[in-house]
């Protein structure tokens, strides 16, 4: 039997840390894929912020189930090493947190470029990454997210075959591959052997925002069905993006939010899993 234990990225319900948490308890949902607060993205908080959102946590009783970071989100010409400056940030608050997971992205392609021209490229960053990783004792979630090498089910394949292990699996948005272009159960037959985490939020080909799971093209029901019989246990992250979404975040808002998450409790409970 599946087991989804429910996480959130919460700053689509709003900026302010206090009332992340307290639209979330409402709906017994006790974890956070930390991507921003106050309008920060996690990688840009002071430590004394950092801080500050821990003890909030602590007291609410709340965990994260990973940070929710923006790593691999520049273009793959652009300089390297400041970008690992930042994963190493990453990293720390992994050790702050008492985490091991941390969300990446796989590069945007310059402009007037083509991916086989970057390619390699793309794949020398991604195992340097791993390899630190690796030496850290961190997980790296990849997410396919729209317009990065690892957007297109074949691409997602290519990473993960070559990287996937302790250190490197997927965390699969059926979402982002419809607003590509793809078949989402395309993405899931050539991601599901690497997929340890999943974020879910549902659309509709052509639309500006997503919507509730199951009333998208996201076959999140087929999804989950396959994933009870494979007997998954791990993280499932609602990121709706009912009120829109793009490269840094979406929006939802505390009176949707509640019903996202509803709509995949009631998907999970069809299929014969169990949440928490």
Request: net charge negative; with cysteine.
């Amino acid at each position: 039997m599946a087991h989804f234990i429910l996480s959130a990225f919460a700053d689509e319900i709003s900026s302010d840390p206090l009332e992340q948490i307290n639209v979330l308890a409402a709906s017994n949902v006790n974890f956070i894929e930390f991507r921003s607060i106050h309008k920060t993205n996690v990688l840009d908080l002071s430590d004394q912020q950092i801080s500050d959102f821990k003890q909030l946590l602590d007291e609410n009783g709340f965990g994260l189930s990973a940070i929710g970071s923006p790593i691999g989100k520049i273009k793959v010409d652009q300089p390297f090493e400041p970008h690992l400056i930042r994963f190493q940030r990453a990293i720390y608050l992994c050790g702050v947190f008492g985490i091991k997971n941390i969300r990446v992205f796989s590069y945007y392609l310059p402009e007037g470029n083509e991916w086989p021209k970057w390619k390699d490229e793309v794949f020398r960053r991604m195992e340097k990454k791993v390899e630190i990783a690796k030496n850290a004792g961190v997980v790296l979630l990849h997410e396919n997210e729209h317009g990065i090498y690892g957007d297109s089910p074949d691409r997602v394949h290519e990473l993960l075959s070559r990287f996937s292990g302790d250190h490197f699996c997927a965390a699969f948005d059926p979402a982002n591959y419809v607003f590509c272009g793809y078949d989402a159960w395309e993405g899931w037959e050539k991601a599901r052997d690497y997929t340890k985490h999943f974020h879910i939020k549902d659309w509709v080909a052509n639309e500006k925002h997503g919507c509730l799971a199951g009333t998208g093209g996201g076959k999140i029901p087929q999804i989950i069905c396959d994933v009870q019989a494979r007997g998954y246990s791990g993280f499932a992250t609602l990121e709706p993006h009912l009120l829109g979404g793009g490269p840094t975040g979406g929006n939802t808002g505390p009176e949707l939010f509640p019903k996202a998450i509803q709509a995949f409790k009631d998907i999970v409970t069809k299929a014969g899993a169990t949440f928490a």
